[in-house]
Structures are given as structure tokens and as C-alpha cells.
């Protein structure tokens, strides 16, 4: 029996490896027809012999987003509906500005991880695990400093800083989706009823009303 157990280690990891990003390509590159009404797990592909160098760039990551807003950020995805060429090749980017103590507020990828790095500023990043620990896991990154927020766990980043913080992500999936936790739970549409509020986050009904009222 004692061969058995690494075996069965082994089978663990590769398994959990193949299912932990998007599907893997079985041709060179399959560029997306954005609009195809073929709908697929990803995009539908471009004809190879059209397909051009352009597809596969994207300009503008040297331009600050827009962090005039409520939480002071702003994130600029470039994934799949950017770049059509990462259409099923299972990775993208995004920039992060920060307005001085700007926050991304607490949210979730639900297809991707993604490793972090610190061009400008100081943030202080975290994530949380699962049920039942809940652990949050905090650091104080600076210019230079990379960080892992694992898949579908719930993290955020805070620039601590008195001036402006920029970083870039990238993600493990051509489309990672982006789920912020206020904005689902307080700004659905049509909104989640109060009383299950109330319940699930034990507080009065009015703290929910208000909560919502800003969203
Ligand atoms: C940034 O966003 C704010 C609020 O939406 C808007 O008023 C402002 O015009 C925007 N600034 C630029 C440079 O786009």
C-alpha cells in the first residue's frame, strides 16, 4: 500500500492543475468573434488565415483610469473583449489606480486567481478564506512587492498611502469576472428583500434600507 498514497497525491494535483484555469486550446489560438451568436464555452473563433497582429494587442495601459468615484478607484480590464486573441488561452491583465486612500473594495473573481504587483504607492492588500476559519490574511505592499489573491476567494486593496497607487493584475482566465460584494448583496436588481438581509446580516431592517439607499 505505501506506493499508493503518492500516486494518489500525484492524481490530486494534476487533476486540480487541469481544472484550475480556463479550458486549454487545442489549436495555435482561437481569436474571438465578439459578436458570433454562437455561443460556446468562450467565443467562437475567427478564421486563422484572417486573423491579424492587432488581435492580439491592446494600447492604453499607460493611461490612469478614472478614480473620481465613491470608493477612489478605478480598475481597466483587459481580457478577452480587449484583446480577442486571449479568447480561450486562459489569462488577462488589469490596471489599478488608486486615489490617495482610495480603496477596490472587498470582491471576488469566480474564474480566476490573480498575482498582483505594485508599480507606485503603498496598498495594504487582503483576502479571506472559506468557511468556517474566515482567516483574513493582510500585508502592506510597496513599489515592487507582488501578491496572490487565490480563485474566488473575497480580497480587496487599500492604498494607505497620501498619493496616488497604481498596480497590475494579472488573472488566470480570459474573462475572470468580477463579483463586488456590496454591489451584489446591497445593489442587486431587483434588490434582495430587506428581511433576508436583516436576517443574514443580524442588524434592523433600516440598516439594510440604508445600506441599499447607497447603492
Ligand atoms: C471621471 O468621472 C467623473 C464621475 O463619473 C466624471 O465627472 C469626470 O468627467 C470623469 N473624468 C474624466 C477625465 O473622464
Redesign the pocket.
Known amino acids: 500500500m505505501a506506493w499508493y498514497f503518492p500516486v494518489l497525491c500525484i492524481s490530486f494535483v494534476l487533476i486540480s492543475v487541469a481544472l484550475a484555469s480556463d479550458p486549454s486550446p487545442l489549436q495555435d489560438f482561437c481569436v474571438s468573434i465578439p459578436n458570433s451568436p454562437v455561443i460556446v464555452n468562450g467565443f467562437a473563433c475567427k478564421d486563422p488565415k484572417l486573423v491579424q497582429a492587432n488581435d492580439f494587442f491592446f494600447s492604453g495601459l499607460h493611461l490612469a483610469g ?4 465613491a470608493v477612489g478607484s478605478r480598475a481597466t480590464p483587459v481580457s478577452v473583449a480587449q484583446i480577442p486573441g486571449l479568447n480561450t488561452l486562459g489569462i488577462s491583465l488589469a490596471r489599478l489606480d488608486y486615489a490617495s486612500w482610495g480603496l477596490n473594495p472587498p470582491h471576488t473573481h469566480p474564474r480566476a486567481t490573480e498575482i498582483l504587483t505594485v508599480l507606485e504607492g503603498t496598498l495594504l492588500v487582503g483576502f479571506v478564506t472559506s468557511n468556517p476559519e474566515n482567516r483574513l490574511l493582510t500585508k502592506v505592499l510597496q513599489k515592487g512587492d507582488v501578491f496572490v489573491f487565490p480563485a474566488g476567494l473575497i480580497h480587496f486593496q487599500h492604498n494607505v498611502g497620501y498619493k496616488n497607487a497604481v498596480a497590475i493584475a494579472a488573472l488566470s482566465s480570459q474573462n475572470p469576472g468580477v463579483i463586488t460584494i456590496g454591489n451584489a448583496v446591497f445593489g442587486s436588481k431587483p434588490a434582495i428583500g430587506s428581511d433576508i438581509l436583516a436576517k443574514a446580516f443580524q442588524v434592523d431592517g433600516n440598516i439594510i434600507n440604508q445600506i441599499q439607499s447607497r447603492f
Do not use: H, K, L, Y
Open positions: 478614472n478614480i473620481s468615484n
